[in-house]
């Protein structure tokens, strides 16, 4: 009977602890105004999912309903034409929108999305290219370069094996659009302030 009071007694200033030490919820904190930077809604979206940005400071945004948009910096939207379906419910639709390390030369993006299927949605990873003139932006040479098979026709580690590739190779997208921002931010720095490189 000593050993469970014991054991109870522990447990509770265990938990009394771990409040006193718990995280500070951000939402109740008042707004700073001290920012160093300032930030402007310029346009709105219905559920919006990733942002990519092209060097000539254009956004793409991928909205998981579907549409993938080319907005300016002053918030004028062009929906992109030629995107693939998106078989869109809970964590499904269109996802990721990734620019290409070599865009300057090739204009490709990348996208990842679910696609539609007899099963519901399978994951998907598209190359095409972005011909962006004037108030019009369409993809062309949409080519899938990677898809989860459908769940049925494979066993579930192939399925497991295929969603840890697919990641993978988002994953490798990211890391190749860090190393070129990085670049870019190295070059600014380098033009404009060249002591603050070490």
Do not use: H
Not at 53 to 67: A, I, S, Y
Not at 146 to 160: A, K, N, P, R, V
Request: net charge negative; no cysteine; aromatic share 10%.
């Amino acid at each position: 009977m000593k050993m469970k009071l014991a054991t109870a007694t522990l447990l509770l200033l265990t938990l009394a602890t771990a409040a006193l030490w718990a995280q500070v919820n951000a939402g109740d904190q008042k707004n700073d105004t001290n920012l160093p930077f300032n930030m402007t809604t310029v346009a709105t979206f219905t559920i919006p999912w990733r942002i990519a940005f092209l060097p000539d400071g254009r956004m793409l945004v991928t909205e998981k309903v579907g549409p993938v948009w080319l907005v300016t910096q002053q918030g004028q939207k062009t929906m992109v034409g030629g995107t693939p379906a998106v078989y869109w419910q809970g964590q499904s639709g269109m996802l990721g929108v990734y620019v290409s390390p070599t865009y300057a030369t090739d204009q490709n993006i990348y996208l990842t999305y679910s696609e539609p299927g007899e099963y519901g949605g399978g994951l998907a990873l598209a190359r095409a290219r972005l011909n962006a003139t004037g108030n019009t932006a369409r993809l062309a040479n949409l080519q899938v370069i990677w898809q989860t098979y459908e769940l049925g026709s494979t066993t579930l580690l192939d399925y497991i094996a295929e969603e840890r590739r697919f990641l993978e190779v988002e994953v490798a997208l990211v890391d190749a659009e860090l190393e070129t921002y990085n670049a870019k931010v190295d070059v600014l720095r380098s033009t404009n302030a060249p002591e603050l490189i070490k």
